[in-house]
């Protein structure tokens, strides 16, 4: 199992950016995708979320009507478009995949990708 993000860099307030995780080796259609993220001596916060089939996003108040989240089935991809960045979105960003089942719970994470918005 690969849960590999990209797309993280520096960026200046108000600008944009586009984070991409492209994942291998379980059913991705399968799965809601998250994106979670972590400033600098803070704990984890939630950012959003997409369910399998892709139809139901949902936002943390941080991020909401600044974020899209979307997810490419057939290529097994989950993005997060970041518009209107502020300085209090700089974190370290980690793609997350999660399904629940009669088995248990299926929790896989990335390595993360850093995202600094900075003048």
């Known amino acids: 199992v690969q849960l590999v993000e990209s797309g993280g860099g520096l960026a200046q307030p108000g600008g944009s950016l586009r984070l991409s995780c492209a994942a291998s080796?379980?059913?991705?259609?399968?799965?809601?995708m998250s994106w979670v993220r972590q400033a600098p001596g803070k704990g984890f916060e939630w950012v959003s979320d997409l369910d399998a089939g892709g139809r139901s996003p949902n936002y943390g108040d941080s991020v909401k009507d600044r974020f899209t989240i979307s997810r490419d089935n057939a290529k097994n991809t989950v993005d997060l478009q970041m518009n209107s960045l502020k300085p209090e979105d700089t974190a370290v960003y980690y793609c997350n995949a999660q399904r629940s089942s009669w088995s248990g719970i299926y929790d896989y994470w990335g390595q993360g990708t850093q995202v600094t918005v900075s003048s």
């Open positions: 080796g379980f059913t991705f259609s399968s799965y809601v």
